[in-house]
């Protein structure tokens, strides 16, 4: 009776282990609506999605002391397999889990611009009124 109770709690952790493992796929919002392929690297399964310019990989494996620079190798290893691209020196970066690079594609074109954002700031003197016509200080706050 007691190892009937234990399979059926295995087979439903196991269950609710694997879901959760699929959930865990979600790309961030550059690479929403970018297709998901699938590579394994070593022992690290990866999730690419990627653009002319830049790319995503989800490490989809449970690991229990994943090594951050491991996984930062194998997960451009993965980008590189998965794109056909050439990672841009210096970009990639991430956790054991999420990690991103900015590529180069053949044929890609040039690499857009990025807007500039817009900042507004709200301005006071510091010190005393009148203004005698000298330079003044003043201090600035950025709005949310």
Known sequence: MHCRVFRVLALAAGTIFSAGLAACDSPSAGFANQPARYVTVGDAVF??????????????????????????????????????????????????????????????????????????????FVGQLPWDGETREFECVALP
């Open 47 to 124: 999730s690419v999605r990627y653009t002319p310019f830049a790319a995503e990989a989800i490490r989809l494996n449970a690991d229990a002391a994943p090594d951050r620079a491991g996984i930062l190798r194998l997960a451009a290893e993965a980008i590189a397999a998965v794109s056909g691209c050439r990672l841009r020196s210096s970009t990639l970066e991430g956790d054991s889990t999420v990690v991103r690079a900015e590529i180069d594609c053949p044929g890609a074109g040039r690499r857009p611009v990025p807007r500039p954002q817009r900042l507004e700031l709200e301005c006071g």
